[in-house]
Structure formats: C-alpha cells, structure tokens
C-alpha cells in the first residue's frame, strides 16, 4: 500500500511527501563535535549544533552507523543494534536529538546495515562455537569456498575472497565486504524476524527513516550474481509494507550502487513499492566527468534515460559522501579519464573509486563548487550534502583508507578546529593542516564572517530552492542544445492541488562546463515567446523567441535558473 495523500490530525498535517522536498545532510557524529573532550564526536555534540543546521536549510539529517560496535568500518560493522556506542553517547541522548530534530522541523534518517554485522556480534560468536544451536543458522556457513562464484568482491583493496575460513567453527563464511563482516543469513525467518524487530525498535523512538546500508546483497544464490535477486525484493517489499502500516510518514532509502535500471528497481512498483529513496549512483560521477571534459553529453544521456519510477519515489542526489567517490558506474574508458583527472596520485585511489573530498577533488575552485552544487540542487530528487562541504574542507590523503574524508569538522581557528577541547593527539583522526585547507583558514567561523563565501552562497542556494517546490516535486525534461559543453533542462510542476500552497512552476535550467565564455542556443520550443527571470534576482531576461528558440550567453562554468512565464504562473 502507498500514500500519497497528506494525512491530516488536529493541528498537524504530515506531508507524507517530505522527503521530496527535504534537504539532507550527512553528518557523522564522530566527526561533528566533541561534547566531552575525549577527542571523538559525540550526540551531544551534534544537539548542540542543530541551530547552525536549521541556519543552513538542512531538513532532515542522515546519520552513518552510531550503534555498538569496534568501529573497523566506520560503524558500520555493528556488534549491537539496540545500543548506542558508549563514546557517540546514550540512548537517551539519541532520543533527545530526535526530540531537538523534530522541534525545528527537522527530521532524523538512521543508517541500518542490515545484510551484514561485526564479528564481534554475540549473533556470529555463537554461530561459530554452536552450529547447532539458536544462532547456527544466522550466518552463511560453507564447508568449502567455491559457492557463488559469480558474486563480484567489492572492497578489491583488501579482500580476495567473499569467503573466510573460521578456525573456531571449522568452516567458511560469507561476506561481501570485510572479512571481520560476516553477511547474515537472510533464507533464515529468525533472521528477517530480527530485522523487522530492530526496525520498529528504532521507528518506535521516533526516527524518521532509515537508510538501508548495502540493500542488494541481501539473498544470494548460485544461478544470480547476489544483487537485487528477486527474493531480496520480495523481502523489501514487506518490510515497506510493515513500515507503511504501523509508520506511516517514515521512510526506507536504498543504498544500491548500480546502474539506473537496477537501481530503480529498489522503488519496486506503484502497488507494490519497495523504497522512498534511492541514492542516484548513475549519475553522481558523470557531473565530475563533465567538470573536466567539458562535455555534457554523458549526463544528458543518463538523465535522459526514462526511469519510470513510482509515483511516491524520490532519487538522493549527491556529490560526495563518507565512502570514495565510486567509479563503479562508469565504463572502463571512462573510469581511467577520471582517475587521470581527480587521482593523479594512488594513494587518493580507493578500490573502485576515489577516496577524496569534494573542494580537493575540483581543485578548491569557487567556479567549480557552484557549478556542481547548482546541478545537484535542481536535479530531481533531494539534495545530500555530506559534512564539512559546506565550507569546503579538504581532505587528507596520508589517513587509511575512507577516513581521507572523515576528518573532524573545522568550526573555527582555534584549536582542534573547534571539534574538541582534548589534546590534539588525542582526537580519532587529526584535523586537516594542509597548506590550502588548513583549518585556520577553513573554518565556519571565518566563512560567517565573510557575506560572500562558499557557506553563504551554499546557503542562499539551498533557501531559493526551498522556495520553489518545482525542484523537489517536478518532472525534467531535458532540451536540445547547439553546444557540446551546455546542459539544458526544465523543471516543471503543476502545484500540489493541496493546502501545501504549492504553485504550478516551470523552471528552466542551464549549465555550461565550458572553460571558456560560451554562446548557446537552446530548443525551447514548449515554451515560444514566453519570459524569463532569474530565480536568484528576478531579472529579466531575453523572451524565448516565436520560433521557439532561446540564446544565452554563459561565463565560464557558470550557470541559470530562469522562472519561464509571467508573474510566477506559466504562460
Ligand atoms: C556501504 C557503506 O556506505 C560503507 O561505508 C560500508 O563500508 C559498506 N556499506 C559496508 O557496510
């Protein structure tokens, strides 16, 4: 069953839709602030910061794993579902950032691993010491290491095998990711049972969704490659019915690393969906490809591919996030121009990608960092903005792997940045010190105190937008262009038609990756002899002419959005 009529309460009307019109920020609470002094980030920490979030436009928060675990993998190798780690805080503490979260309007989207856990959970200790006992079964057990042969190693830096041999068992277990992550058993009911038992744990707290880590390897099985095979649908399938029946206004977001069509398919059907949202994989690097080739074909392509997808879906849009920069949906021709581009030295490679924060990787240029922030702002779907971005921290490449881009927030000049009053050889990872990025330059403070800096266009940005439902709810079309360097597309909507208040809205797009000054004509013919204004200032621009056809002229990577029509309505 799906909604897609607000539910009204006395006094509440709950847009079962928000999501689609949210802006949403990573932050992970590790790295955020430092409440306490022990050189980690902490929840406390993060409630303390709610304020400059709601400054900012942020809607609704997503937080990468925060439960028990020896942190091999940022969190997400958990060893308890229903606990806190004792360092991010207390339970309580968590229910009072949902609280703090929900007084400003703010909503809070959990990160659930659900397809895998620690070693170290008490699941996978007795797995191994009683194979016959009630947690045998919870795990995928091999006496040998040559089942699912065509299931593909994803973390190819350090695994060569999805099997390792356990001594205390005396058997293989599965895992697609690190080898200290065994994969649950999802053929098991008592498995899927304790999944659906901690998602009503944590919606029961108050979470407004969850973001479900890893969501295709859940099944796997010899004939497939242990992606998306149909039985892991069907296994969604009822987990959104669950959370549509007791939670309504709650949300699953798919974490699928695949190309569109596969992608699209965690959206499962209009009778029977499957996720809200999707993170939109396809399209993520090919913004960075046209960045550095100059050419917007790529991206009209893969926007112009016809993904139907449920009525009530909504992509996640992104430019980075804690992971690297995965080229693992680009062709091999592709992969190697931007490795070339974006990671000219190894040590910024990572497995199949690029372990490199977003200033770094457009080489801190302002031009750049509007451009691909504009696109990621007006694309269908909702924006994510992953931490620390907003200012443009760097990164620091000499960190192991991921954690390149998981430094502590820089708030100010101070020391530790602001992140933390402990001694500095103390903090989880150091602060960035680079020449360019050092945190004494790079800082919210300093970026406050500046009208003109990247926080603040990042921030004008972001409320334009919120200003205009056309970019969270319309369709796209994408438009003809005479120039290779120039994407063009409109945004249109026909207002909600509810008390929302949403206006119908047609909104023209353009960006050009040329690095030089551009002209352009634009195939406009929808909307001959209609004007246009720019959504930022409202000036006027040049009417789209009677037959059709529209010439801008565009600074080096720079971009519009225009309003088309009269007065706020269409023509
Ligand atoms: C995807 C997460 O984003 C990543 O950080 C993690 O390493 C893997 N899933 C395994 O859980």
Known sequence: MSFTAPITLP???????????????????????????????????????????????????????????????????????????????????????????????????????????????EWFQQSRSDPDGPYGDYYVWSDTDDKYKDIRIIFVDTEESNWTFDPVRRQFFFHRFFSHQPDLNFENPAVREEVFNIVRFWLDLGVDGLRLDAIPYLFESEEGNGEGEP???????????????????????AEANQWPREVAAFFGTEEEPECHMAFDFPVMPRIFYSLRSQQADELVRILSETTDIPSDAGWGVFLRNHDELTLEMVSEEYRQAMYGWYAYDPRMRSNIGIRRRLAP??????????????????????????????????????????????????????????????????????????????????????????????LHWIRNVIHVRKAHPVFGMGDMTVLQTNHESVLAFVRSYEGSGTHFGDQPEDVLCVFSFAHNPVAVTIDMSEYAG???YDLFGGGVFPTVNEDGTLTLTLATQSFYWLHIGEGGYRR
Do not use: C
């Not at 039985?231 to 977001?253: C, N, Q, S």
């Not at 504009?374 to 903005?385: C, K």
């Not at 020449?435 to 009208?451: C, G, P």
């Open 530 to 532: 209609s004007a246009l």
């Open 361 to 454: 990787l457009l080489d801190n240029s302002r031009a750049e960092l509007e451009l691909a922030h504009a696109i990621l702002f007006s694309l269908p779907g909702s924006p994510f903005l992953y931490y620390g971005d907003e200012i443009g921290m760097g990164d620091n490449i000499w960190l192991n792997d991921r954690d390149a881009s998981r430094t502590p927030m820089q708030w100010t000049p101070d020391r530790n940045a602001g992140f933390s009053t402990a001694d500095p050889g103390k903090l989880y990872l150091p602060v960035v010190q680079s020449l360019v990025y050092n945190y004494s330059q790079i800082n919210v403070e300093s970026q406050l105190a500046q009208s003109r800096s990247l």
């Open 231 to 253: 039985p892991t649908h069907d296994f969604i399938k009822e987990l959104r019915a669950m959370v549509d029946r007791d939670y309504p206004g709650r949300i699953l977001v």
């Open 11 to 121: 006094g509440l009307t709950l847009d079962l839709n928000w999501y689609k019109r949210s802006v949403f920020y990573e932050v992970m609470i590790r790295s955020f602030v430092d409440s306490n002094g022990d050189g980690t980030g902490d929840l406390a920490g993060l409630i303390s910061k709610l304020d400059y979030l709601q400054w900012l436009g942020v809607d609704a928060l997503w937080l990468p794993p925060f439960y028990r675990s020896p942190l091999r993998d940022g969190g997400y190798d958990v060893s308890d579902f229903r606990a806190v780690l004792p360092e991010f805080g207390t339970i309580d503490e968590f229910k009072e950032l949902v609280t703090k979260a929900h007084e400003r309007n703010m909503r809070i989207v959990m990160d659930y691993p659900l397809n895998h856990t620690s070693d170290q959970h």
